[in-house]
């Protein structure tokens, strides 16, 4: 039996509320026309658009999966939480699928060797980002995959090998008896840096080209970014930080809104332009229905203290802090104790996304320098004493 409603009241709900010829939807209306030609920033999980208002088509540009080179790095990140994998399944189940399993990430290692060169990355991949660095990428692959079969060969040959203590001491940090030049966290760092720096500098150099006035750019981050729970704050949503970023301080923190739940325009793909385009004025209402809202709020409350988002920024990580809730502040591109705890973060904070570990110290060392990816420094990379390839 259905809940009985007071017709009468239920008019009162819809008077102001819940109908599309509501008060409040008007006002919504004319909130969104007061906006309809300032720049509109949408971007999903694959892909950033940019409305430039007044009905004139969006310009795209795309980011992560859809780009060069992020599937083939991403492969060697995750080198590290495979074989913390594979020693987890042991423990549960040490008659059970991690011999298996070790044996076919040591087979993808070695057809990654054996695919990988100088030039494949200057050649075949070719990130603008990358360039001057191939060498040194494809020398940190053959490595990586090199150290991450000899622990998982051992493990097969010694199971009891297979523990927490080896695999930091002669894989993830040292200091090992084994030959151990780069320790495979550094190979983390240097590959999500990478990452991060190639998506950062293609978004900082397109926002720079057209040149937006950023005191009016309206910023949504639609959808679901990585896994459910992930890039749902301010703080987590690394291309939220990059966009920031790029605008040089100038977008006002409540013109960036994190919309997981929003509907996200199919992913680019150079002919359905006329799709994204179609979605522009719902994107618009989202922002002129919040804004509408918020804009009562001077006038209702006056005297009382309004809101105000928090800036984005990290705090210095102190020594023999035994936790920290949010990512810690980088210091300088050798400063590992930091670095290695945002990887620990990114794995237990299920807001963090794993290749979003230093992906804002990437772009704001991008902004410090001009957008120029040469004069930045690549921790775990540059510097490192990789065995060049034969």
């Known amino acids: 039996m259905p809940a009985f409603e007071s017709p009468e009241l239920v008019e009162l709900f819809l008077a ?18 007061v906006t309809a030609g300032d720049p509109l920033i949408v971007a999903t999980g694959t892909d950033i658009a940019c409305y430039p208002g007044g009905g004139r088509p969006p ?7 859809a780009t060069r080179g ?8 995750h080198l590290g939480p495979a074989v913390a994998t594979v020693l987890r399944m042991k423990q549960m189940e040490p008659n059970g699928a991690w011999r298996a399993d070790s044996r076919r990430l040591i087979d993808a290692c070695r057809q990654a060797r054996t695919a990988n060169s100088v030039s494949l990355w ?5 990130v603008a980002a990358y360039a001057g660095r191939e060498a040194s990428i494809a020398a940190l692959v053959d490595y990586a995959c090199r150290i991450t079969e000899r622990y998982l060969e051992a493990a097969l040959a010694d199971p009891g090998y297979l523990r927490p203590e080896t695999m930091r001491a002669d894989y993830l940090q040292g200091p090992s008896e084994l030959d151990l ?7 983390m760092i240097a590959t999500f840096f990478l990452t991060g720096l190639d998506i950062a500098h293609r978004v900082i150099a397109w926002f720079d080209r057209l040149a937006l006035p950023w005191e009016r750019v309206l910023v949504t981050m639609a959808g679901r970014t990585g896994k459910p729970t992930g890039a749902v704050t301010r703080e987590t949503h690394s291309i939220a930080g990059i966009i920031e970023d790029a605008s040089r301080g100038r977008l006002p923190a409540p013109n960036l809104l994190i919309a997981p739940h929003a509907t996200v325009f199919p992913p680019f793909d150079g002919s359905n332009l006329d799709r994204i385009a179609a979605l522009e004025w719902d994107y618009r209402r989202l922002h002129a229905t919040l804004a ?17 988002p928090l800036p984005r920024s990290r705090v210095p990580l102190e020594p023999g802090r035994p936790s920290v809730s949010e990512m810690p502040a980088i210091g300088s591109p050798d400063d590992w104790y930091t670095m290695t705890t945002r990887l620990r973060v990114v794995l237990e904070d299920p807001r963090q996304l794993l290749s979003s570990a230093v992906t804002d110290y990437a772009s704001q060392q991008l902004i410090a320098h001009d957008n120029v990816p040469a004069a930045v420094t690549v921790p775990g990379l540059d510097g490192e004493p990789y065995p060049s390839l034969e």
């Not at 509320?17 to 026309?33: E, F, I, N, Y």
């Not at 310009?59 to 999966?65: A, D, E, K, P, S």
């Not at 083939?72 to 990140?77: D, I, P």
Request: contains cysteine.
């Open 16 to 33: 102001y509320t819940a109908s599309p010829d509501s008060v409040a939807s008007h006002l919504v209306a004319a909130a969104a026309a």
């Open 59 to 65: 310009t795209v540009q795309g980011i992560r999966t």
């Open 70 to 77: 992020f599937k083939e790095l991403a492969g060697v990140s």
């Open 122 to 126: 200057r050649d075949e991949i070719a």
């Open 181 to 187: 030049p780069v320790p495979f966290n550094r190979i």
């Open 292 to 308: 509408a809202i918020a804009d009562l709020g001077p006038d209702m409350f006056d005297g009382y203290p309004g809101f105000c």
